[in-house]
């Protein structure tokens, strides 16, 4: 899978792909993420990429002739056409269901805006704009290590072990549950500092059943509103059913 990345600021995405599981894909050849310096895209000698509003108001606006310049260099390099996407608090939220949407295609091109944002002829060759939330940042290159993150784990040979990827939150429906690591114990104290039993047992089934149980127990806590869409097995849902049934009592 290959990613093109158009920034004023290279160096603050670059550094960032170093590391980690999306280091270690690039560095194997499992992803490709090529990051474009929006200047070299210019055509004047001072390579501005940005100029005032055209009916005042304060900050700048990213001009659009750089960034259709840089779509079309991407494009120009043959291949299947990449999908184009705009980091923008006015796009559509990313969620796990987009991240997997995105990790079948081929090629992606993410489009950083800066400043007040791109001018808006640039969305004429924009395919997706994305959010990363409800806020707003100063730029699209955190959002752009965002999309590259979660939709690279999802990309097959990133992630090591592939159960972890099938496992972990949103993956089903359901948030994780929690993980343990030793010491098994903390000081003297027990309680809350303490391994459950159930996990040092060696009892393969019990760990399981425990994991679901503690994985809806989570998910019922605290994004109750999951559950409508979650995807459960035959145990999950006799579990749920004894915890919908307990609270009841409760
Ligand atoms: N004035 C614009 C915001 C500009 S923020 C507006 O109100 O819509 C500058 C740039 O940061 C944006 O062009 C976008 O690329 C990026 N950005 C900011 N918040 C973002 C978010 N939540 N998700 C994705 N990109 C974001």
Known sequence: MRFDIVTIFPAMIE?????????????????????????????DRHHVVDDVPYGGGPGMVLKPEPL???VDAVEGEGGVRPVVILASPQGSRLTQEVVRRLSRLSHLVVLCGRYEGVDERVRSRVDEEISIGDYVLSGGELPALVIVDAVARLVPGVVGDQQSVAEE?????????PQYTRPAAIGDVGGAMAVPEVLLSGN???????????????????????LATAVLDDEEREILRGLLAERKEG
């Open 169 to 177: 939150s949103f993956s089903r429906g359901l948030l994780d549950f």
């Open 68 to 70: 259709l310049r840089a």
């Open 15 to 43: 550094h960032a792909l170093t590391v980690g599981v999306v280091g270690r894909a690039i560095a194997q050849g499992a992803l490709q993420v090529r990051v474009r310096d929006l200047r070299d895209f210019t055509s």
């Open 204 to 226: 393969h089934g019990e760990i399981r059943r425990w994991r679901k149980r503690a994985a809806l127990v989570r998910t019922l806590d605290r994004r109750p509103d999951l």
